[in-house]
């Protein structure tokens, strides 16, 4: 063997040099979450909300429920989406598939709509009618009616665990559960006769695709809406990123500006008056 070739370990010139991609040296690609603990609030638009809240979630549950009379030979349910027979019924409209394109422009004109009211009004989508708003905002219900308002979760979330802390944790995730199964009943009763499915659902008579489903919804409402809550508006949607392109300084968001809000201070008002920097935000100081 030729110990003089260049390849040879004892040959190979070694310098100084650091690893520039070591585990250790390497940036996190997500920042760690900040546990968020929101605080009841009063005011117009909150009951704005709560109205929306009540309004929307009050549709999604109790619409397949509505009759409709449609005479003989015809289901009584005023919103199906019949799949054996390839019909879509809305109270006193009848979609065939050939007649799709109906749909498809509503879908159209409901999305222009939202661009537009995001143009004049900012992220009232957002704020008020998306479906992730919306559960996020009922499990907080539970969430504060279970552990209490923002103080009393986070010192209880920075407690110990104890004999009522895990009493109230266990609680808080089983209702949690029950609204996730209750969202995924509501979901397959747009597609069948309510009441008779809501029978064969309890004496197990029900078609396997309807038990899958209510399962899968209700791990994806239990997840998304309790567990995930503002990460799916931060990593999954891609809302924000098309709303980016439709904003602009004048538009009604609720965001943070720094060059607004800071130097935050808990003694603001005095540090105002000794003339030292004071941010605009400076009545609540709770973020
Ligand atoms: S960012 Fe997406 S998921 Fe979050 S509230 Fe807006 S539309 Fe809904």
Known sequence: MNLNTASHPENIKRLSVKPVNARRNR??????????????????????KWIVMLITLGIYYLAPWIRWDRGPYAPDQAILIDLSSRRFFFFFIEIWPQEFYYVAGLLVMAGFGLFLVTSAVGRAWCGYACPQTVWVDLFLVVERAIEGDRNARMKLDAGPMSFAKLRKRVVKHSTWLLIGVVTGGAWIFYFADAPSLLVSLFTGRAPAAAYTTVAILTATTYVLGGLMREQVCTYMCPWPRIQGAMLDENSLVVTYNDWRGEQRSRHAKKAQVKGLPVGDCVDCNAC
């Open 27 to 48: 940036q996190p690609l997500y920042a760690p979450r900040k546990k968020v603990f929101p605080r009841r609030t009063e005011g117009r638009f909150r009951r704005f």
